[in-house]
């Protein structure tokens, strides 16, 4: 399966609030695309290939996971929460063993071998 990735985006629940772009521990291990935010709550979960991402011309990542959309982005607005405790000391336990991910640009040629349809 290679090597798990791991990183920290932004997820934009809200085109308009800042302060709902929060962030989320962005995972791939084992084949499965997962998500977790500040509460470490799963806010999805599946197979690779079972996901589609798409770019936008304002650099917004739409993450398509069991039939939901994520708008995922580089960072948030300056409103928005930084990174818990909880998801931080996640991220240094993955990097004993994944490959960081360090921006949303990243992530697109990660997605891409790991059999997730980017368009």
Not at 41 to 60: D, L, Q, S
């Amino acid at each position: 399966m290679g090597r798990p990735y791991a990183g920290i985006v932004y997820w934009r629940r809200s085109l308009w609030n800042g302060t709902r772009c929060v962030p989320v521990l962005l995972t791939l291990d084992e084949g499965r695309l997962r998500a977790r935010d500040r509460r470490d709550a799963e806010v999805f979960a599946a197979p690779a290939e079972r996901a589609e991402a798409r770019g936008t011309i304002f650099g917004t990542m739409l993450l398509t996971v069991g039939g939901s959309r994520y708008a995922l982005v580089a960072a948030g607005a300056t409103v928005s929460p930084a990174p818990s405790a909880g998801q931080l000391r996640q991220l240094d336990e993955y990097a004993v063993r994944a490959e960081p991910v360090p921006d949303l640009a990243s992530w697109w040629e990660v997605l891409a071998r790991a059999g997730v349809a980017v368009r």
